[in-house]
């Protein structure tokens, strides 16, 4: 498979330091109340001595707090001392471009894997268990330069590793879609979900009041977008065209930014962009920094191959319009100058 793209995967790893830190210094100011003695669900509570040996409770229940008697540490100290950690060694990484190091991408799992364990309900959402998994991917996808010792003939990782962050970006997003559906809940189903959303969701923004006031027909269609980027669009992940996967991943980035703009998840959106970049190439990323190649004249007539790319482009844009209005049902209302669906 050749070299991997090293400006999106080091976008990626940058992006996942960035969803550590967030994570780490979030949990970090939390840990009283929710993990001391008088808090919410004390942690020591969780790591009761059994009598076993150190390693086998290690092997049995993997976390570091094993260590905290050792060092003089009750859990609550323990888990800070984790998580000040977690934010240094998370920080360097998002900083400075030498610390994006497999091995300290293995140490923030550790940590935060070792701070999942006894979190509990507080620590068992989808996004912990997605940075955890985003965590392992990028153990194998981020290089060993802190082991290289100078050594001329180094090599960073293959482009196949890269591959697998993406698969997790189109299992995340495409269950996102689909779940909504399976549910057989009656406000997705009728495209109104977003009439109740905002009010209702755990941290509402200001950003949320404002698009809680939009029209109706806006709220439908919001879903009816919604279903298209979370279900149709990453089918378009793995296409050999381009600008498909281009236009893939500045679609994801669009949802996750509305999200980021109404809702407050923490790290989430934060880490699903993260994921994105491993649709971006080489070139593309470089545009972005001003190091893209120089566009050259193109040649007339096209290729056969580059006729193919823009058929098949515009095949897909063609086919997703028809698709969404087909099975949406979405009429124009010229005399109510609205948006009419069938379904909802």
């Known amino acids: 498979m050749g070299d991997p793209p090293l400006r999106p995967r080091s976008l990626f790893l940058a992006g996942l330091a960035a969803s550590y830190l967030a994570a780490f210094a979030s949990l970090y100011v939390q840990i009283p109340g929710l993990y001391g003695r008088d808090g919410i669900l004390p942690a020591r509570r969780v790591l009761r001595l059994s009598g076993k040996g150190l390693w086998e409770q290690l092997w049995d229940f993997p976390t570091l707090l094993w260590l905290g008697p050792y060092l003089g540490l009750d859990t609550e100290l ?185 809702g407050n998840y923490n790290f989430f959106n934060m880490l699903t962009i993260a994921l994105a970049a491993s649709l971006l190439d080489e070139e593309h990323v470089g545009r972005w920094l001003g190091h893209g190649k120089r566009k050259q004249a193109s040649a007339w007539p096209p290729s056969l191959w580059s006729l193919l790319g823009t058929l098949t482009e515009l095949s897909t844009y063609g086919l997703l319009l028809y698709w969404t209005i087909q099975c949406f049902g979405l009429e124009i209302n010229w005399e109510k100058k609205q948006l009419d669906s069938k379904v909802g």
């Open 78 to 262: 323990g888990m800070e001392l984790l998580c000040l950690l977690g934010v240094v060694a998370s920080l360097g990484a998002m900083v400075f471009e030498p610390l994006r190091d497999s091995l300290v991408y293995a140490l923030l799992r550790v940590l935060y894997l070792s701070l999942y364990q006894v979190g509990q309900v507080f620590l068992y959402f989808q996004w912990d268990s997605l940075l955890l998994e985003a965590g392992f991917l990028a153990v194998l996808v981020a290089p060993l330069r802190l082991l290289q010792w100078g050594s001329p003939a180094w090599r960073p990782h293959d482009s196949v590793t890269f591959w697998l962050v993406r698969w997790l970006l189109f299992r995340l997003m495409f269950a996102s879609g689909v779940v909504k559906l399976t549910s057989r809940c009656p406000t997705w189903w009728g495209l109104t979900a977003l009439t109740y959303h905002y009010e209702t969701q755990c941290i509402p923004t200001p950003g949320a009041w404002l698009a809680h006031q939009l029209p109706l027909w806006v709220q439908k269609l919001s879903v009816v977008a919604t279903y298209v980027i979370e279900v149709a669009v990453p089918l378009l992940f793995f296409a050999p065209v381009r600008r498909l996967r281009l236009f893939a991943f500045y679609s994801q980035v669009l949802l996750q930014v509305l999200i980021i703009l109404t």
